[in-house]
């Protein structure tokens, strides 16, 4: 199975902060990332696919890149309504794994 | 995007079974590859496995190959996961979600249904 290593496990930020998420695969899996965000109590919701393609509906602060083995999402301006927690998903062979997630917390 | 409602919590006892289903509206299950996912208290997300129409029976973690069980009912638009053996560490929220393709992105969540095992 491929395994993904989030980094950081957790991220204390402020409103306005630009954050930086890394997921890291343990081989090459092309552009075939996903990345979620996941509220208290609620199911996850997709942001990003195909390592840098926003989701319809998701705001324009949010941006991914990578491939291959090295991929990040990027939060250019933390608003309040995205404190959560992030995880990366990747696509490119069964089992599709996860990211063991980013919490996301108010500094 | 179709709309996935699941059935209600369940608290059930070490060594029993548990089903949980995963009702569609707004468009067909067959057209999907249907995945299920789970969550325990304060963990992260874990694939169990799914209906991926690009392989001819349903996908299964190597983990949960021996207890799980998912099946589609076209006819009620309904897909059903059955874990079985179930021992205290499976308590979790389960969740089925909905891809367009076998390696595309989940879009739609189901609200998760809450699994307690509990003697």
Redesign the interface.
């Known amino acids: 199975?491929i395994q993904l290593t989030q980094s950081p496990s957790f991220l204390s930020a402020s409103v306005g902060d630009r954050v930086t998420i890394t997921c890291r695969a343990s081989q090459g899996i092309s552009s075939?990332l996903?990345w979620?965000q996941?509220k208290p109590g609620k199911?996850?919701?997709?942001l990003i696919?195909a390592a840098s393609t926003l989701?319809s509906g998701v705001p324009s602060r949010f941006s991914g890149s990578g491939s291959g083995t090295d991929f990040t999402l990027t939060i250019s301006s933390l608003q309040p309504e995205d404190f959560a927690t992030y995880?990366c998903?990747q696509?490119?062979s069964?089992?599709?794994?996860?990211?063991?997630?980013t919490k996301v917390e108010i500094k | 995007q179709v709309q996935l409602v699941q059935s209600g919590a369940e608290v059930k006892k070490p060594g029993s079974s548990v089903t949980v289903s995963c009702q569609a509206s707004g468009g067909s299950l067959s057209s999907y590859a249907i995945n299920w996912v789970r969550q325990a208290p304060g963990e992260g997300l874990e694939w169990m496995g799914g209906i991926i129409p690009v392989f001819d029976t349903p996908k299964y973690a190597q983990k949960f190959q021996d207890r799980v069980t998912i099946t589609t009912d076209e006819s009620a638009n309904t897909a059903h996961m059955e874990l079985n053996s179930l021992r205290s560490e499976d308590t979790a929220v389960y969740y089925c979600a909905t891809a367009r393709s076998a390696y595309g992105p989940t879009v739609s969540w189901g609200q998760g249904t809450l699994v307690t095992v509990s003697s």
Do not use: E, W
């Open positions: 199975d075939y996903a979620y996941q199911a996850p919701k997709l696919y989701q995880y998903q696509l490119n069964y089992p599709p794994t996860f990211g063991g997630g």
